[in-house]
């Protein structure tokens, strides 16, 4: 079931939340379409839990124009204190820049605050090369890669 959050939410207006179970190992359900293109500048964010842990879905840029909308979300799921993991599923994100590597190392530096950690998953290999160059593959763990 996906929906927009509703007046008043916690999160970011225009963010889809999805309570639709999901593969664990990060398949998607059967039927369910993959990322399609979205244009330049834009990104969409989806939310959905697997297990106990959230799954945050990034299509599109994470850049100066966009990266508040996941510092939002990030900042409004790591205040449940018992988030202690979260996994960031980025097979449609297309670009990101300093500015979401500094989200990224926050949420790293949070979670593990608490004993958790971040993990991402579906990095297309130019991302996941940044991640390397940056040293963030070594503070989260980095699934299909």
């Not at 059967?30 to 839990?49: K, N, Q, S, V, Y």
């Not at 097979?91 to 500094?102: P, V």
Request: one cysteine or more; charged letters at 20%; hydrophobic letters at 35%.
């Amino acid at each position: 079931m996906n929906s927009q959050p509703p007046p008043g939410s916690i999160f970011p207006s225009g963010c889809k939340i999805s309570m639709t179970a999901s593969d664990p190992t990060g398949s998607s359900a059967a039927g369910t379409p993959g990322p399609t293109a979205l244009p330049p500048g834009e990104l969409h964010i989806t939310i959905r839990m697997e297990t106990t842990e959230p799954v945050v879905v990034l299509e599109g840029e994470l850049d100066l124009e966009t990266a508040p909308k996941l510092q939002s979300v990030l900042g409004t799921i790591l205040e449940e204190p018992s988030t202690t993991n979260v996994t960031l599923d980025m097979e449609g994100l297309e670009f990101i820049d300093s500015t979401g590597l500094r989200i990224l190392v926050d949420a790293v530096s949070r979670l593990g605050d608490r004993g958790g950690k971040l993990a991402v998953r579906g990095a297309r290999p130019a991302t996941l090369k940044v991640l390397e160059i940056c040293g963030l593959t070594q503070t989260m763990r980095v699934i299909g890669a």
